[in-house]
């Protein structure tokens, strides 16, 4: 992006007064993502002719640590002078000047703090280009600045505060000597962003991650904007609480939630569990790299991509984090009790929201009845309700039930996509059918059993999303979806899902 600036502007920035927050902080933004500042070649030669030689030293010198945009053509000064009244103050060829550099597309927006070239620009029909400093850092943020995925218990930090000699980097060492050399020199110095979860201040798992343009990376799908996964470890100790899968959730919903199109990352053959659970997901090998590595692609479509012979699951796994809904595939409204809702997406669960293991869900090795944290991506919902009619890669939007003191009960909060339905029918099965998935301890489930016989309905689902607008009981009876508050699971004809989503604003 380039960006000219006004002398008011420069000003603001270099002159012996305490500098506005506003302005350092746009040029703060500009130094972060390499926009380039200029200054008019016009302003340059104007102070030139300034006859008091102290201050036209004295300017000159603010003015040379900007690049100097060179005279634009005649032809533009003519054109953004012709439906202007004569105007005889001094600085009115400037104000030209700098129109013509934006009509010439010299530069993408002028910076600028005076009203005069506002209102000219308006006539110009140049205005939307024409900036203030705030609304030039509202450009700023919303172009560079990535929407921020928090999901809890992954914190994010540099590199730089990570300690090298924490235990979960000991085995890429085993595998790449020269391991401590690139942390230092390529994460470290260079400021690599990373997500880290932390359990008793031990690393226990870590993503280092980097963003890539076209032509800087090493992906070979199509694309502007790349985010490679530089590391992704989680440590031994730990494994089987699915903390791979949580930090891929962080990784897919962020590269959606800022317009990448493509996420990538390299593996060892013998990383099966990582290449499995990435090829689950949509991750597809292109190649092997010089070290041996495979590649492992995922483009991130904002349009979901269907052929025709693809199954509805099939295409939501392939396009995760984006979902496939239409008409091969159904719509149900799953109601879900406020403490099981709490337990099974704790990214939603707002001020509820607890430890990243509750008392007596992480348990020794020696008891060896390890608990999975809530928030990963593939989940179980469990019921006594008729769900014959769900199939896998329907859509199941759930629907909070009442809840006191709870501000989104009775509303549609979450939606997922359906990877397979079963039944139990003693406690040993729902035990097993539910023991990767299940956020609740094997008394809980088989508590199920204890009172009723029946069959339990096992629902495998992949989260989707949260809604940002919850939506309430009674708009849900509006949209059609729903006659009144469900007791169970019930069809949403699509018209309605379709009012869902647009009222929803689902995230990421």
Aim: charge should be neutral; hydrophobic fraction near 35%.
């Amino acid at each position: 992006m380039h960006i000219l600036i006004d002398t008011n502007v420069v000003f603001g920035l270099e002159d012996n007064t305490p500098i506005k927050a506003t302005f350092a902080r746009f040029f703060r933004l500009c130094s972060l993502y390499g926009i380039r500042l200029f200054i008019s070649d016009a302003t340059f030669r104007d102070i030139e002719n300034d006859r008091d030689e102290g201050r036209r030293r004295a300017t000159l010198s603010k003015l040379e640590k900007y690049q100097r945009l060179g005279p634009v053509p005649s032809r533009f000064l003519d054109e953004v002078s012709a439906d202007l009244p004569p105007d005889s103050r001094r600085n009115s060829t400037i104000d030209s000047h700098f129109l013509a550099a934006l009509t010439a597309n010299a530069v993408d927006f002028l910076v600028t703090q005076d009203d005069g070239i506002h209102r000219r620009a308006s006539r110009s029909g140049i205005v939307d280009r024409v900036l203030f400093v705030p609304d030039a850092i509202r450009i700023i943020e919303k172009k560079f600045e990535p929407n921020t995925v928090k999901l809890p218990y992954i914190s994010h930090k540099k590199a730089y505060e990570l300690d090298i000699r924490a235990e979960i980097f000991d085995s890429l060492r085993e595998g790449y000597p020269e391991f401590d050399d690139w942390f230092v020199e390529k994460c470290q110095r260079a400021q690599r962003d990373c997500w880290v979860i932390e359990v008793d201040e031990e690393i226990v798992g870590i993503v280092i991650y980097k963003v890539e343009s076209s032509g800087a990376t090493d992906a070979l799908s199509t694309g502007s904007k790349f985010l490679k996964l530089c590391t992704f470890k989680m440590s031994p100790s730990y494994r089987g609480e699915r903390f791979g899968e949580q930090l891929l959730k962080q990784a897919l919903w962020h590269a959606a939630s800022n317009a990448f199109d493509v996420i990538y990352i390299t593996a060892f053959e013998d990383q099966a569990v990582l290449i499995n659970l990435l090829n689950h997901f949509g991750f597809r090998i292109t190649y092997r790299n010089k070290r041996g590595e495979f590649v492992l692609e995922k483009s991130i479509s904002k349009d979901v991509n269907k052929p025709k012979d693809m199954l509805p699951l099939e295409a939501t796994l392939i396009n995760y984090p984006r979902y496939y809904h239409g008409k091969e595939n159904s719509k149900f409204a799953v109601p879900i009790q406020g403490d099981y809702f709490d337990r099974l997406f704790p990214e939603n669960d707002g001020k509820r929201q607890g430890e990243l293991f509750r008392p007596g869900e992480l348990s020794t090795p020696m008891l060896n009845q390890k608990r999975i944290p809530g928030n990963t991506i593939r989940k179980v919902y469990v019921c006594r309700s008729n769900s014959e009619r769900v199939r896998p890669g329907d859509v199941i939007v759930f629907y909070k039930s009442q809840r006191e003191g709870d501000d989104h009960s009775q509303c549609a909060t979450t939606l997922g996509v359906v990877e397979g339905y079963s039944e139990a029918l003693t406690r040993d099965e729902l035990v097993k059918m539910t023991s990767k998935r299940s956020v609740f301890s094997d008394e809980f489930l088989g508590d199920m059993f204890n009172d009723n016989t029946s069959p339990v309905k096992v629902l495998d689902f992949l989260l989707i999303g949260h809604f940002q607008t919850p939506i309430p009981l009674h708009r849900l009876v509006d949209f059609g979806a729903v006659k009144s508050a469900p007791q169970s699971i019930a069809h949403i004809p699509d018209e309605a899902f379709e009012s869902i989503i647009q009222a929803g604003h689902l995230k990421p």
